[in-house]
């Protein structure tokens, strides 16, 4: 529909034009986003511009991570988007979901000029830019991955490969920027033509809206799109102990990212589901336990609230306890593939975080 300028002599339409035109390059582009991420309609914490990945020599324009603790990958175009940029970037993906919290701290402290400061502290920056962005529980780093390409004039060639890769659940995002001419300043318009947006009013009335699935069917979308088959197999075991053993409430599973059992209505465990880890979440009262006790018990490490994050990833299963308020704690268990949740002890655990349960 274009721009449009109002002026006491009512509205004028702004000339399009290009950036070839406008003599704006790729690395203008990155400025930009480097800038301000929000540039391309979301939060992002961009840590590395030409990321050379190691071995194959590739260079990446720009790595990002979103609040949810995916790496993201952004290729960009100053002219139009042609069809080797989608493979390009999903080959990009590839390499970095190899990598392990410590390559994305080193890629930050390059991008930031912070080599060898010994104040520079990644998982601060990183939790702080969580926080900001709205979110309590700091995620993993690198638990998926995603493409976002950004360029003008997209080709129908692409945006249909584009398209059919969201459509099979690759997190990828197709931008198409507009240039405009305003006197002697150029405006831009972002445009995410992949995924198309939808109407604000499309809920409107609707009981469960569509495009989310664990609303509509909570238990596949925890077990089956966030659980791999190992913690999807974890998560089994558990639910079958607390359901055998417990007097709780039937799971409800009506969360993005985490799966609660209540006690008179009140969350006392919340499961937040994952690829790699189940984070188990309890309610307990004060004092009740010492994460000295449930370490030992569990044949697990105990981690602390100030280690970064950096060293909470590389830690087998492992157990916090913080205190809520003056009333009650959180125990906060983190369980990986290594755990064996079919013991005495795992049940002996559950029963003592029941029992304490502030009724």
Known sequence: MGLWKITDK??????????????????????????????????????GRQVIIPDVKDRLDLLALDPEGNSVIIELKRGKLKDPVDMQALRYASYIAKWKFEDFENVAQNYLGRVGDPEFNFNALYESFCENSGVDEIPDINTDQRVIIVGSSVRDRLGSVALWLYEHSINIKVIDIHAFRDGNSVLIEPITVVPLKVSKFSDTGKIKPEGSPWLTDGKNWHLEKRCSPATKQSFVTLDQLIQDNLDVERPRWNQKSYVSYRINNTIWLAVITGPNILKLNFLVKDGSFKSDDIANLLNVKRFDKEETLSEKMNLPSSVFIKSRNEKTDRIFLRIKEDFNMDTPEFLEFLDQAYKAFPK
């Open 10 to 47: 009512g509205p004028q339409a702004l000339a399009q034009t290009k950036f070839k035109q406008e003599k704006l390059l790729e690395e203008h582009l990155e400025d930009w986003i480097c800038s301000d991420g929000t540039i391309l309609g979301e939060p992002l914490f961009v840590i």
